[in-house]
């Protein structure tokens, strides 16, 4: 695994993306490049940053009463909700204001959200913020728990995103595959990088990344 590099965006001030080359396993695929959220999504200034762009991917007729955050999103779904409103989003809450919340992930990768929240989700407008989709399998999953909790999702945003579309909701995201020309992502039993021998470097997903 090779040292990182930093991806700066083109349209958006700001907003840097630290981008590491090698062989990654994550939940739902292999990828060559590793896309890590730690700054963007922890250090306040890049966190407002990355919240302000994404806020320009939505018009001002879209109502959003809930964020829900996946992978360590909350401090930049925060700082979205702020932008959110700033920018004329509305809120169908009786205090005209967002909910952020997070579910919980067990070990087999099913989300659930607990009684004390879940009025946060049922009869709600929901955007669904995560920090990289690689094959959408992650974002189809946080839909339908939001889904079978009541509430309705109206988007999708992410910081680096593979595709532009799950189950017909558009997906905003900062960076995608033109930014890394080179970018792969492969099924887990047709990656290359295993064939050929490569050993993976390091397990990862929105949180981090673990060396092997």
Known sequence: M???SKLDSKRYHNVILRVIPGHFVTPNSHINYYFDMTTIS????????????ISEYFSIDTIIDTIVCLEGMDVIGAYLADSLTKAGILSANMHKTMYIVSPESHMTGQMIFRESSEYMIRNKNVLVLLASATTGGTLKKAAQTVNYYGGKVVGFATVFSAITSVSGIRVA??????????????????CPMCRNGRKVDAICNGYGFSRL
Do not use: G, I
């Open 2 to 4: 090779e040292a990182y």
């Open 42 to 53: 922890r250090r306040q200034a890049e966190a407002k940053a990355a919240a302000d762009a």
């Open 173 to 190: 995201s900062l960076f995608s595959p033109k930014d890394v020309p080179d970018y792969r992502s492969y099924t887990h039993n047709e």
